[in-house]
């Protein structure tokens, strides 16, 4: 069994997490959650396109983008959790075969990077959200209110 680095895989979560690029890493092509993080990125994706091409006006595009944000922000927790794992048990786990290899400041600036990559990514993705939420709650025609008496 090959080596898995720890600074590696905190580092492909933090650069194409949203692809599950860290999972295939560490579990191989036969991982079902690395092939899942690719469907919400690539809707997203072409939500992203859709708002581009057609506006801001697009409803499908308001349901479609949120899933890149959610995809991204779930691999930056990723990264974090990979990159903060105690490096015995990272070895006994991923390196069984393996002696315990001390990682230096390579996680701990992925974890770094990552807090504010995902943190910002969830609060624009949740803003976003929102806001398209109450723009569509606003399109909804109100009733006529009815005159007393008539």
């Given at each position: 069994?090959?080596y898995?680095?720890?600074t590696?895989?905190?580092?492909?979560?933090?650069?194409?997490g949203?692809?599950?690029?860290h999972?295939?890493?560490?579990?191989g092509?036969?991982?079902?959650?690395?092939?899942?993080f690719?469907?919400p990125?690539a809707?997203?994706?072409?939500?992203?396109?859709?708002?581009?091409g057609?506006?801001?006006?697009?409803h499908?595009?308001?349901?479609?983008?949120?899933l890149?944000g959610?995809?991204?922000?779930?691999?930056?927790l990723q990264?974090?959790v990979i990159a903060?794992?105690?490096?015995d048990?990272?070895d006994?786990?991923h390196?069984p075969?393996?002696?315990?290899?001390a990682?230096?400041?390579?996680?701990?600036?992925a974890?770094?990077?990552a807090l504010?990559?995902g943190g910002?990514?969830l609060?624009?993705?949740?803003?976003?959200?929102g806001?398209r939420w109450?723009?569509w709650?606003?399109e909804?025609p109100?009733?006529?209110?009815t005159a007393?008496?008539?």
């Open positions: 069994m090959p898995r680095s720890k590696l895989a905190a580092w492909l979560a933090l650069c194409l949203a692809i599950g690029a999972r295939w890493y560490l579990r092509w036969r991982d079902a959650l690395a092939w899942l690719l469907l990125s809707l997203g994706a072409v939500g992203v396109l859709r708002m581009r057609l506006g801001p006006d697009d499908l595009a308001w349901v479609l983008i949120p890149l959610l995809s991204v922000s779930a691999a930056m990264a974090i903060l794992t105690p490096d048990r990272w006994a786990r390196n075969q393996h002696p315990v290899h990682t230096a400041w390579g996680p701990v600036l974890a770094g990077l504010l990559l910002g990514v609060m624009a993705t949740l803003a976003f959200g806001q109450f723009e709650l606003a909804e109100v009733p006529a209110a007393p008496g008539g």
